[in-house]
């Protein structure tokens, strides 16, 4: 088996994460939105499979599965929303979802 | 192995900036099971082939096909594609780019900042992650449950289409 | 016992009469007439229970253990004040039932069981002897009168609503974090933490300390007395308020302030209260002019009467900061005849409004003829609150006057200037009201029995008050006498806290007096 | 027989209870029965006490009686006590008898008046509260009746109360006498302070004993009573109530304003005169205050034309001559002009109470005329009290009464030229005033019609009144013309008698007839100016400064508008200026602050998702430079 730094996974984590975060901030179809959302989590996952695997310990991927379990969750309520969305406005376009305007 | 490592980094990270750059859905879902494949291989190399299939199984799986029968359904058009290009100008995401840029230099600064501690990739095997799952973890899985339960009530809850009740004279002849 | 029966029977009748209400419309009024003539009997017989002249400040006390690991008890005493504050309480809260027969006709049942939480808050403050809960009862006696005011009230009730509650509330906050500061200073010098009243007196503080901790007891005190700058919550409060609340603001929350005054902040903080003193009575003084100016310029009858209260109630801190037997006993008339006249008004303005549907003074005028009943009570109560002598008002404010120009000439003199001020708008009410000439055209029924049944009473008793005020002077004498002790001589200041639990706890103290009320004699 | 003391303040106590209780259901002439016969018992009383006190007088000369102890706080211990000693029963006197009569008066007067039971309600509590006044043993309960009757005239003057300028009048009334009672209850706390009690004996006693002449606190506090004593007996500078007082019925007047109420300062100063002894400077101002105030309420007597103004105007200059008698030492002189002015001047008001309800309420005296033929007993009658006003020589009361003044003013060993000049030019004011009243509204033509003439209840206190003010006079004669000193000695053991400078003893009948012809004098420019030559009177009055003269006189001095520029209108504007109260203003900015930094933060709620996600992003931002800090 090789060695790897550990930072080198992290550092994938991040970027994964960033592109997520960028993406999730600048788009604003919500199905993009979603997306985005999801790679975080997949990022933040990765995470944890890299801290599991420098510790030799199965607990980083016992909390990869918790995050897929939500994530899988949270997709289906998300998506479900999101059809009630463009139902009731008719688009995809998340700044049109403003009534909670202050 | 690094090799692959490296490789299979290379892929997810483009193939996760060309999701995010696309204007049609379609082609970014596309990208995205690319990515998560990537990524399932950069499991692999660091010894958790298990959670390598679990990503293949359920992201690339799973999800990305739920939310390509939600694009199915939405019935979208080209026009809908015009609209990511004008709402995707670049005054709109050159702010959030950068302020992304400047966190993303900060965490590769924090994992520099120490010396690098090489370790070897052991694999943990899928035994000792159920072990753990059910040994220290089963309230979490248990609340895991209940969280999936919630969604699928939540799912269906939300996703029913309401009967609309309008009266026939007051109904528009456009809707 | 019969201390904390006071308390059950005025809560668990809350909640009677607010099920009640279910059974028969009208029951509600009748479960807390009751409940309340019940506690009035009980507070009477208690009265004629005590010797005239007792050795013994504190006729009864009654103490469980509540919370004992942070030295929170269920503490209750009563002294001569205390059972001077309890008779007016339930005489007013008998009168504020009364007076809403006719004009509560919504939520018949809640409103009983808020007017009884009231009272029972009310009860609760005068009684309790634990910090702790003092702050509990100070609570409970704020929220029901929130709604009192919010839901019965009239057109601006909620703006008033909010303005009582916010003003309270924040006060009463200072005051709790006061409490814990005393607990935790008083803890860490003697080791001891409690709640506990007799504990808590004579504690030594740092002037600086005791100057901060006595100035969020003041907080609470001075904006539920109200003194001047802190006063704007009453006339609004009093003026939406639905007639009971008002009576029971005017004669009984406001009393709590003096209450405290004279209760906590004047023996637990004896040299803060020193150096406060001359602006207190500064206050008092401002108080007394300005609320009378202010009152001068109303229109509306309920503010008028509410903009006397913080006149009258500037006599109040005058005399508790003047720190002599005069004075004290001063104020203690003060408070009992200022809730009778100032909530007599309240209730004339009430029978006003019911037969005009307006508090507006410039709409009324030349009653007298239609209204000859009223009119001769309203004079009384008019002449009381400007002072005159024979009522019980004039004994109040010349005692306090007497004591506090023992304190300070020069306020005393402009607090007295405060007296012409007093006839000024005194005046004017009668004036407006009854006299000159009829505007309104239709004919308006004089007092029916009910009412001359809630007023007379009153009238009687504010003239008894003030021909032989003697037996009310002599029940508060002791207890004020142990206000004042650490004034008297002020090198003697008690500094251990044992001297103190043999002064303050009598012989029959907490646990032979389970057996009930005669134990303790 | 002096246990019954408590009875005579008790008994129109209870006669006005009974009438505001059973008022309404009562006949009226059960309502005369209670009003006048409680009043009534206690003249009887009064003079039955009198009697025996006169007969055998008591030790110490005092009767005292305590009804209860009204109240004790550490010492301070006012009871429910009466104190009949001479000074009181002089003044109980007046008051019931002269009450009884003005009440018998009143039932007759009243007869038609709609409010004729509360009448003799209020009037009835007046009577209580001025014999507890007078009666008082200690000064908290002089300061009771003294406020009562304050109340009852308030009540009083307000009578009418469907007019709004009575209401006006009554308010001016009682707040102005207030001003002159805080000043009062500040001089009761500081002689409590002094001398730990209100006890009127013991601060008298106490105070010759630890006070020496002219001490500090001595003064003060008798500036302070004088302060209450001018407000009640409408006095310089709190005398404008006073005329607008006439407002109420004209038996209110009579007794309240003229005989009884009014002179409540007169009373207290001297049942006080030991503190004024002791301050020399505070009694040389009761002088010179009673000296000016004669003057000037003189001088707007002339000029009133309302008939009861005048007689108002008339008070407080009689007043004024107590006042001036007071403050020179003479006390029983001052107290002998109290109870003869009593009789006069109840007289003159019931008078004019009769002439003008019989000309259906007018007052104006130059629509009157003529009456003399029409109303012979009224006339007869208001003459003879006209004569004893305006002090004519020899025949009258007042003139024994108001010499005596005057002379002691001069040659008292605390009198002054000044004074008497003053109170000379005063007699000299007084007869014209007086007769110009006599002759404008008895003489000349009739320019009223006469409604009915007064009936046999109007008439007979008017009679019984002017045998008083005549016959009274002869108990106390200068000592060269007769030498009667029974009033005086009568009052000695109370008030001290006055040392006068010898050196003028002898020279008195000369300035005896000075006096006399100041008054006849008078008398003759009253007839020449106002019978003999209404010319005359036509061109002095036509003259510029005579107008602007009569006009500032008129509105008595302009005491009326200063107040009114000086107290009245800024306290009114502040007050309606502040009606909304301004503190409450600065809440309100409280509030608003608050909603404005609600308004603030809502907009950062702009609903658009990405700008939450910012947020998130800036704060995670923030919160890891932060912590990478060194």
Redesign the interface.
Same mark, same amino acid.
């Given at each position: 088996m090789t060695t790897l730094p550990m930072e080198y996974g992290l550092l994938l984590a991040g970027i994964l994460f960033v592109i997520g975060l960028v993406s999730l901030l600048i788009r604003r179809n919500i199905i993009f939105m979603l997306i985005s959302v999801e790679i975080m989590l997949n990022a933040a996952g990765l995470a944890f499979i890299v801290a599991g695997a420098r510790w030799a310990q199965a607990d980083g991927q016992v909390m990869f599965i918790f995050i897929v379990t939500m994530a899988a969750a949270e997709v289906s309520v998300g998506l479900a929303l999101i059809l009630q969305l463009y139902h009731n406005l008719k688009t995809l376009d998340s700044d049109a979802a403003n009534l909670m305007y202050g | +192995?690094?090799l692959t $490592? $490296?490789i299979a980094?290379a892929i997810?990270?483009l193939a996760?900036?060309m !999701? !995010?750059t696309q204007y049609n *859905?379609i082609h970014?879902?596309l990208y995205?099971v690319v #990515?998560?494949l990537a990524?399932s291989v /950069? $499991?692999f190399?660091?010894?958790?082939p $298990?959670?390598a299939a679990?990503?293949i199984i359920?992201?690339a799986g799973?999800?990305v096909v739920?939310?390509i029968f /939600?694009?199915m +359904?939405?019935n *979208?058009t080209t026009e809908?594609i015009q609209?990511?290009k004008e709402?995707?100008q670049p005054r709109?995401?050159i702010g959030?780019?950068v *302020? #992304?840029?400047?966190? *993303?230099v900060?965490?590769?600064?924090?994992?520099?900042i120490d010396t690098?501690?090489? &370790?070897?990739?052991?694999p !943990?095997e899928a035994k000792? /992650?159920g +072990? #753990?799952?059910f040994g220290p &973890?089963v309230l979490?899985v248990q609340l895991?449950g209940m969280?999936?339960m919630?969604?699928?009530v939540?799912? &269906?809850?939300?996703?029913r289409?309401k009967k609309k009740v309008i009266h026939r004279f007051l109904e528009r002849t456009d809707a | 016992m019969i201390l904390a029966w006071l308390l059950v029977l005025l809560l668990v009748g809350g909640i009677l009469a607010w099920v009640s209400d279910r059974v028969h419309p009208q029951l509600p009024r009748w479960v807390a007439l009751s409940v309340t003539l019940a506690c009035l009997l009980m507070t009477l017989f208690l009265w004629l229970e005590t010797p005239a002249h007792t050795a013994n400040t504190w006729l009864m006390r009654y103490e469980v253990p509540w919370i004992p690991q942070w030295g929170v008890s269920f503490s209750l005493a009563l002294d001569g004040l205390s059972l001077l504050m309890l008779a007016l309480t339930f005489f007013i809260g008998l009168v504020s039932i009364l007076i809403s027969w006719k004009e509560i006709q919504t939520k018949v049942g809640f409103f009983h069981f808020n007017i009884l939480w009231v009272l029972a808050g009310i009860t609760g403050v005068f009684l309790t002897m634990d910090l702790f809960l003092f702050y509990f009862f100070w609570e409970v006696m704020l929220i029901p009168m929130y709604f009192l005011i919010g839901i019965w009230g009239h057109e601006n009730r909620t703006y008033a609503a909010y303005k009582f509650f916010i003003f309270t509330q924040a006060s009463g906050l200072l005051m709790l974090l006061s409490i814990l500061g005393l607990y935790f200073v008083h803890g860490t010098a003697t080791g001891t933490y409690s709640f506990n009243y007799f504990d808590l007196l004579g504690t030594n503080f740092p002037l600086g300390v005791e100057k901060w901790l006595m100035a969020g007891f003041l907080a609470a005190f001075l904006v539920k007395l109200p003194v001047v700058p802190f006063h704007s919550w009453l006339p609004d409060a009093h003026s939406q308020a639905p007639t009971a609340g008002s009576v029971i603001l005017a004669g009984l929350l406001l009393k709590t302030g003096a209450y405290g005054l004279l209760r906590f902040v004047v023996p637990l903080f004896p040299e803060a209260a020193q150096v406060f003193a001359p602006w207190a009575m500064l206050l008092g003084v401002i108080g007394i002019l300005y609320g009378a100016i202010l009152a001068f310029a109303q229109t509306d009858l309920k503010r008028l009467i509410a903009y006397t209260s913080v006149s009258h109630m500037g006599f109040v801190v005058l005399g508790v900061f003047a720190f002599n037997q005069w004075a004290y006993q001063g104020v203690v008339m003060q408070m009992i005849t200022h809730g009778l006249s100032t909530g007599a008004l309240f209730i004339l303005a009430g029978f006003l409004y019911e037969r005009l549907h307006t508090r507006d003074i410039r709409q009324m005028g030349g009653f007298w003829p239609t209204l000859p009943k009223m009119g001769v009570i309203a004079m009384v109560f008019v002449m009381a609150s400007l002072g005159l002598p024979g009522l019980g008002n004039f004994i109040a404010e010349f005692l306090t006057l007497v004591g506090s120009w023992r304190a300070s000439p020069v306020f005393t003199v402009f607090a007295t200037i405060g007296l012409v001020a007093a006839t000024v708008y005194s005046l004017r009410i009668m004036q407006k009201v009854f006299l000159g000439q009829h505007h309104t055209t239709h004919r308006m029924q004089d007092l029916s029995p009910r009412e001359l049944g809630i007023a007379v009473p009153l009238v009687v008793l504010i003239l008894w008050l003030g021909l032989n005020p003697q037996p009310v002077l002599d029940l508060a004498r002791g207890s004020l006498e142990t206000q004042l002790e650490a004034y008297a001589q002020p090198s003697l200041k008690i500094t251990s806290p044992n001297s103190v639990t043999l002064i303050a706890h009598p012989q029959d103290s907490v646990h032979t007096l389970k057996g009930g009320s005669h134990a303790l004699k | 027989m002096e246990n019954l003391l408590w009875v005579i303040p008790a008994l129109p106590f209870a006669g006005a209870l009974l009438l505001i209780l059973l008022g309404g259901r009562l006949p009226r002439t059960v309502v005369s029965l209670i009003g006048v016969g409680s009043v009534g018992l206690s003249a009887v009383l009064t003079l039955l006490l009198g009697f025996q006190f006169l007969s055998d007088a008591p030790a110490g000369g005092v009767y005292r009686q305590e009804v209860w102890q009204w109240f004790n706080v550490a010492g301070f211990n006012p009871s429910i006590a009466f104190h009949l000693d001479a000074l009181s029963l002089v003044f109980i006197f007046v008051i019931t008898f002269v009450g009884f009569l003005i009440h018998l008066y009143s039932t007759a007067y009243m007869a038609e008046d709609e409010g004729f039971t509360r009448f003799f309600a209020y009037m009835n509590l007046f009577v209580g509260s001025m014999l507890v006044l007078v009666l008082a043993d200690n000064l908290l309960l002089l300061y009771l009746g003294w406020e009562g009757v304050g109340l009852c005239s308030y009540l009083l003057i307000g009578f009418w109360y469907k007019e709004p300028q009575n209401g006006y009048a009554a308010r001016k009334a009682f707040i102005i006498t207030r001003v002159g009672d805080t000043a009062m209850a500040i001089g009761l706390f500081m002689l409590f302070q002094y001398f730990g009690t209100l006890h009127i004996q013991t601060i008298s006693s106490e105070a010759t004993q630890a006070w020496p002449i002219g001490v500090q606190p001595a003064l003060i506090i008798a500036f302070l009573l004088l302060g209450g004593a001018v407000g009640k007996s409408g006095q310089l500078p709190l005398q404008t109530w006073l005329p607008d007082a006439m407002a109420g019925p004209t038996p209110v007047s009579a007794l309240i304003h003229a005989a009884t109420m009014v002179t409540a300062g007169v009373y207290l100063i001297a049942r006080m005169h030991v503190l004024f002894e002791l301050a020399p400077i505070a009694q040389f101002t009761v002088a010179v205050i009673g000296a000016v105030t004669l003057l000037l309420a003189g001088f707007s007597a002339l000029t009133q034309s309302d008939l009861k103004r005048v007689l108002a105007y008339s008070t407080i200059s009689q007043i004024g001559y107590m006042f001036l008698a007071l403050g020179v030492g003479a006390w029983s002189a001052g107290i002998f002009h109290f109870m003869i002015h009593a009789f006069f001047k109840a007289l003159l008001f019931l008078a004019a109470g009769a002439i003008i309800i019989s000309l259906h309420h007018e007052q104006n005296m130059f629509k009157m005329g003529g009456l003399k033929e029409k109303m012979p007993a009224v006339f007869w009658t208001f003459l003879i009290g006209a004569a004893s006003l305006a002090a004519l020589p020899l025949v009258t009361a007042g003139f024994y009464s108001k010499d005596q003044i005057l002379w002691l003013a001069l040659a008292g060993e605390r009198g002054n030229i000044w004074l008497y000049l003053a109170g000379l030019v005063g007699a000299f004011i007084t007869a014209i005033y007086t007769f110009r009243m006599v002759f404008i509204t008895f003489f000349g033509e009739a320019k009223t019609h006469l409604e009915h003439p007064p009936g046999k209840l109007i008439v007979l206190p008017l009679v019984v009144l002017a045998v008083l003010s005549t016959v009274a006079g002869f108990i106390e004669l200068p000592h060269n013309f007769g030498h009667v000193v029974l009033f005086s000695s009568f009052l000695s053991p109370v008030l001290p008698n006055l040392p006068v400078n010898e050196s003028m003893v002898p020279s008195e009948w000369m300035f005896q007839a000075i006096a006399a012809a100041f008054s006849l004098a008078g008398v003759f420019v009253a007839y020449l100016v106002y019978l003999k030559r209404p010319a005359l009177h036509e061109s002095i009055r036509n003259s510029g400064v005579a107008m602007a003269l009569h006009r500032f006189w008129y509105s008595g001095w302009g005491f009326d508008r200063l107040y009114d520029k000086l107290f009245v209108q800024p306290f009114v504007y502040m007050a309606t200026l502040n009606k909304n109260d301004f503190i409450d203003s600065f809440y309100h900015l409280l509030t608003h602050i608050a909603r404005m930094l609600n308004r603030g933060m809502a907009h950062t709620q702009s609903g658009i998702l990405r700008w939450y996600m910012m947020g998130v992003v800036v704060g995670a931002l923030v919160i890891i430079t932060i912590s990478l800090l060194p």
């Open positions: - | +192995m690094e $490592f $490296f980094a997810a990270i996760t900036i !999701v !995010v *859905l970014a879902l995205l #990515s998560f990524i /950069v $499991f190399t660091l010894g958790a $298990f959670m679990l990503e359920i992201y799973a999800i739920l939310i /939600v694009i +359904m939405l *979208l809908d609209h990511e709402w995707l709109i995401w959030p780019a *302020l #992304s840029f400047i966190l *993303l900060e965490l590769v600064y924090i994992f520099t690098p501690a090489n &370790y070897r990739s052991t !943990v000792a /992650v +072990m #753990s799952l &973890y979490g895991s969280l999936l919630a969604g699928i939540g799912a &269906y809850h939300l996703g289409q | - | -």
